[in-house]
């Protein structure tokens, strides 16, 4: 046998086909090559969350269906967000300990493996969306129903008969038959209930231009209505925070982070988790941390949101300067000193 250094290789010598997705902050690809450095040690994990890789493995045999297997792990970074590799040799030491469950790809091979976690519903029905199309297996039963509902063939009430595994199946297909055009014209009639829960399927996916525009009046709808919305707002930002489009995204976040409403918690922490990669615009990453500072969530929660944004390679640079601007309000100034000391906070 080859001798076994990574996970992949792993993988690799039990002859088994592997697509690797992160589940940090929503389910996305992450492609062998990057794992594979990132196991090496040469980058640190490029999507970290609350200091973790969370990471989905697909394991599929062509020609035995019966031995497919799924895998979840949550692998923890050290400072720098880098995979500690004492933890990766533990990891490969069980497995290899449980070599049986591995050769017939079962998911058994992680039994009481301390390195794996179960997702929570929502995010296992996006992976399990994904997941048939890369095995090229058909939706899930709730599909169809999903689709006439979306579609106006259902009271719109009946939204409570919905599998949220018919949502998933839909934005996975957003671009298979009329699936985008049955939800652009859902967004004006959609109660508030099944909206927030397509939003919350969006965002793992890329809606495109004419989705979002089409949720565009939601969004001024939800900023005019006050707090009472139902969680409208917040699933609203996450609708829109993998879209293709940098510039709806930053008019759309913009637009939020001019209005009261972001002081709320659950919108704050939205665009936190879900819009990183917007708040790499220092246009944007300003007024958020503003509002961060003196919003609803605290001291408690400034320090936490900055101390996970700043664990993101890509935003511990801009992060740093944007809390050395000159032109930060006193709050901010107040928040800062309070999480790295007076001197910080003064600089």
């Known amino acids: 046998m080859t001798r076994i250094e990574s996970l992949l290789d792993l993988i690799d010598q039990t002859g088994a086909r592997c697509r690797l997705f992160d589940l940090g902050r929503r389910v996305g690809k992450l492609t062998s090559t990057t794992f594979a450095r990132v196991e090496q040690g040469q980058i640190p994990y490029p999507q970290p969350y609350l200091h973790h890789a969370w990471i989905g493995l697909l394991l599929w045999h062509p020609d035995s269906p019966g031995r497919n297997a799924v895998w979840f792990l949550k692998l923890p970074l050290d400072e720098q967000g880098f995979l500690v590799q004492a933890v990766r040799d533990d990891l490969l030491h069980r497995l290899l300990q449980n070599i049986g469950g591995l050769v017939e790809g079962s998911s058994d091979a992680l039994t009481d493996n301390p390195f794996s976690f179960k997702p929570d519903d929502e995010k296992m029905a996006l992976f399990h969306a994904h997941a048939g199309l890369v095995l090229k297996q058909p939706a899930s039963r709730y599909y169809e129903y999903a689709q006439h509902y979306f579609a106006g063939q259902l009271q ?58 089409a949720l565009q009046p939601r969004l001024e709808a939800a900023l005019a209505s006050g707090r009472d919305d139902g969680g409208l707002l917040a699933a609203l930002v ?57 919003g609803e969530a605290g001291q408690t929660g400034f320090s936490r949101v900055l101390a996970d944004l700043m664990f993101m390679p890509a935003l511990r640079g801009p992060v740093m300067a944007a ?23 003064k600089a």
């Open 156 to 213: 719109p009430e009946l939204w409570g008969n919905l599998g949220y595994q018919g949502i998933a199946d839909l934005a996975v297909r957003l671009d298979q038959g009329r699936n985008e055009a049955l939800l652009i014209d859902a967004a004006a009639w959609l109660p508030v209930e099944p909206l927030c829960a397509l939003c919350r399927a969006l965002e793992h996916v890329e809606p495109g231009h004419r989705l979002i525009q």
């Open 238 to 294: 996450r609708a829109v925070s993998n879209s293709p489009s940098q510039t709806l995204r930053k008019q759309w976040l913009a637009r939020v982070l001019a209005s009261p409403r972001a002081l709320e918690a659950e919108v704050i922490v939205a665009i936190a988790t879900r819009c990183c990669d917007s708040l790499t615009d220092p246009g944007l990453l300003q007024p958020f941390l503003e509002r961060l500072a003196a």
């Open 323 to 345: 809390l050395r601007n000159p032109q930060r309000s006193e709050t901010l100034s107040k928040a800062i000193g309070e999480m790295f000391g007076q001197g910080m906070g």
